[in-house]
């Protein structure tokens, strides 16, 4: 898979975690941050030391090339730039393949790379208490097999 062009993550530590409607992407490249930034409409802000540079983008799904998946993460490169590098969306809190679904076994069936839509999802659950919570997770659909025509 080679060195890794930047992280997709859904969520933002600022005092405990925060989800996002948003993906948010680190990029070891000022490059790579810059060109994410125009793709997906974003914002590239200075991140932090480990990180590089950080863009929070306005898209709440992204069109990948998924290239590989294991328990705790999905590697793949835009589909509108496959050239910038291998990205990564890591779960440290659930199974990649619980999280998205089926999504993830209809990957295994194709043969060669997939099309699909990386997204960010969203639930309001009302608690007992009445309150109102929402909660984002990411979404994964596979729109079928890559072909550099798709």
Known sequence: MGEIAGRFH??????G???????RVTAGRRDCADQVSRLLDGEV???QADAGWEVRTTATAVRVVVESTDEMS???R????RGLGVFEFRSHAW???ELMGNAVSQLSTLDGPGLCELGIGSVIVTTLGG????????SLRVVGPW???A
């Open 10 to 15: 859904y969520g933002n530590v600022v005092h």
């Open 17 to 23: 975690t925060e989800a996002l409607r948003e993906w």
């Open 45 to 47: 802000i200075d991140g």
């Open 74 to 76: 999905l590697a793949f």
């Open 78 to 81: 835009l589909a509108d730039d």
């Open 95 to 97: 199974n990649v393949a």
């Open 131 to 138: 309150r109102q919570v929402r909660f984002h997770w990411p």
């Open 147 to 149: 072909t550099c025509a």
